[in-house]
């Protein structure tokens, strides 16, 4: 089952997603990226069906981008997160995405800011937030162990302290993680916690 | 509603579409815009007929991105423009969402040209007064392009171009003084040729400069003075160079 969950930090905000790809019994891939980067200061993790979730990010990534050459000007992370979840709402009487997303921003007046929107288009803007088996255990960490203003290294402490948790009590774990991290210079990648390694192709 | 399906274009009876030439003619009073393609550059610049005191300047931008390796500038009705530069945005967007590669300039031009041809040939519509210069690099190979597109919908790609108030002395003098350039030379060249119709300053012209690297950059008003003043210099120069060994003979 896939695990995503981030937390914010004193002025920044990490997402972590877990980078398995798997299609019943068979693990497609372990390194699959499912934290887009909308743009230059805002990262969307998303979990659940995989057609919907990489369909879905990106066509809010698309949208994202179309606003900013519109109007001159880049969403805001709050605008950001509810026009996804508009588009959740709309499409759920008819055909619902079934994707739960985790979306970190960075704006220059507000800061940092994460908003919960899961596949039934709640929104609720959080300091922490989990989807997945994994969100118990990694709920359970930050619940124990965050604090409003940790920097980078406190963070990502606690993250691979949640990561450790659901390695070793989930029966069917996720392998390898990747780490995203978005403040005032941008957001990318951070870390990837990898406990396995693809064979390298020819 | 049946009464407005009628066609407003239709054909004259020597071949001509009087709707199109007349939304040509629309052009022909719209601001003069100049495009010049560069190795490495490409430069747009046009003109800012006098802004009224009271306004704003800067929610008049007459030159526009469609995309991050994308840029336009047109001449001719503005209201149309914004309708045509939206669909041409959405279009960008779209296409990278199905795709996942950028636009290529050519593709965009011809999106545009196909919009503006459609309402040549539509019932109850007129066509676009406009004519659009479009310029970018392609996303693959780098190369510049300049593309022109008219109210008929047709399209061609251009070393440099003009459109819009006295685009034929504008191009004549291009065709007179265009070489492969880049960088500053580029820019010299679109900013000499726009000033041959407008007046002398900063503040009448809007350029933008288009990079591989970094985009769509505008210029600042004092930049284009600077550079006006370069301009000016070498002319007066050049002139100086002429009169002085036609005084040494006497």
């Not at chain 2, 007459?62 to 423009?81: E, P, R, T, Y």
């Amino acid at each position: 089952m896939e695990s995503v969950f981030g937390l914010v930090g004193k002025d920044f905000a990490i997402v972590v997603a877990d980078t398995s790809a798997v299609h019943s019994i068979l693990v497609h891939k372990t390194n699959e990226d499912k934290i887009m980067v909308l743009d230059s200061h805002k990262l969307m993790g998303a979990s659940g069906e995989t057609g919907d979730r990489a369909q879905f990010t990106e066509y809010v990534q698309k949208n994202v981008a179309l606003y900013q050459f519109r109007n001159g000007i880049p969403l805001t992370n709050a605008a950001a997160a509810n026009f996804t979840r508009g588009e959740l709402a709309t499409a759920l009487r008819k055909n619902p995405y079934q994707v739960n997303i985790i979306l970190a921003g960075y704006d220059k007046d507000v800061g940092p800011s994460l908003y919960f929107i899961d596949y039934i288009a709640s929104l609720h803007k959080v300091d922490k937030a989990a989807f997945g088996y994994g969100s118990y255990f990694a709920l359970a960490m930050m619940d124990r162990h965050y604090r409003r203003d940790m920097t980078v290294e406190e963070a990502i402490e606690l993250v691979d302290k949640c990561i450790m948790e659901i390695r070793s009590r989930l029966v069917i774990a996720p392998p390898n993680f990747v780490i995203k991290i978005v403040d005032k210079d941008g957001a990318r990648d951070y870390a990837w916690r990898e406990s396995i390694k693809d064979a390298p192709t020819a | 509603m049946a009464r407005y399906d009628r066609a407003i274009t239709v054909f004259s009876p020597d071949g001509h579409l009087f709707q199109v030439e007349y939304a040509l003619e629309a052009v022909r009073k719209g601001n003069a815009a100049v495009g010049v393609r560069g190795t490495d550059t490409i430069v747009l610049a046009v003109e800012k007929k006098s802004t009224p005191k009271l306004q704003d300047s800067r929610s008049v931008r007459k030159i526009v991105n469609l995309d991050d390796h994308i840029a336009l500038a047109c001449a001719g009705l503005k209201a149309d423009a914004r309708v045509l530069i939206n669909r041409a945005r959405i279009e960008c967007q779209s296409y990278k969402l199905t795709i996942e590669d950028p636009v290529t300039v050519e593709y965009i031009t011809r999106y545009i040209a196909g919009l503006q041809q459609k309402y040549t040939q539509s019932g109850g519509v007129r066509p676009f007064g406009l004519s659009t210069l479009i310029i970018g690099f392609d996303p693959h190979t780098g190369t510049p392009s300049l593309y022109q597109t008219d109210p008929s919908g047709t399209f061609s790609a251009w070393k440099a171009n003009a459109t819009g108030r006295n685009s034929n002395s504008i191009r004549e003098f291009l065709e007179k003084n265009y070489k492969e350039t880049s960088g500053q030379e580029t820019l010299k060249l679109a900013i000499r040729a726009l000033l041959e119709v407008v007046e002398s300053g900063g503040k009448n012209i809007e350029v933008a400069v288009m990079t591989r690297e970094h985009g769509l950059r505008q210029l600042e008003e004092a930049e284009i003075d600077a550079i006006v003043a370069d301009i000016e210099a070498e002319k007066a120069a050049a002139e100086a160079a002429k009169k002085a060994p036609a005084t040494k003979e006497t």
